[in-house]
């Protein structure tokens, strides 16, 4: 098993910046991905970012440019950095593990992730 504890919400302004940590715990996997979601009220749980075991990193159009995923192996921790963030990137943003290799077109396929935490809650203000 896998637990995944996501930090780092909050309630900033628009153009502000926030820093999500995800700290995972338990089983490790020579082949996984850790991907960054988020699910907007109304909306469909969307891929915002992942990071592969080889450390290659992947973004959705919308967050390119403003969002950059990075991990500590040492910490066993995944962080999103957050910039110039925009009332859109309201959501509930969730961390999550998979026991596959992440390529271009597989890592927002949140079906292919077998553990995930809890959500914390991002809150743009106009």
């Known amino acids: 098993q896998v637990q995944l504890v996501e930090y780092g919400g909050g309630l900033v302004q628009a153009g502000g910046s926030l820093s999500l940590s995800c700290a995972t715990s338990?089983?490790?996997?020579?082949?996984?991905?850790i991907g960054w979601f988020r699910q907007a009220p109304g909306k469909e749980r969307e891929g915002v970012s992942c990071?592969?075991?080889?450390?290659?990193?992947y973004y959705a159009e919308s967050v390119k440019g403003r969002f950059t995923i990075s991990s500590d192996n040492a910490k066993n921790t995944v962080y999103l950095q957050m910039n110039s963030l925009k009332p859109e990137d309201t959501a509930v943003y969730y961390c999550?593990?998979?026991?596959?290799?992440?390529?271009?077109?597989?890592?927002?396929?949140?079906?292919?992730?077998?553990?995930w935490g809890q959500g914390t809650q991002v809150t743009v203000s106009s």
């Open positions: 990071i592969s075991s080889s450390k290659t990193t």
């Open positions: 338990g089983r490790t996997f020579s082949s996984y991905a």
């Open positions: 999550a593990v998979g026991r596959f290799y992440a390529i271009a077109t597989t890592w927002r396929r949140n079906v292919l992730y077998n553990y």
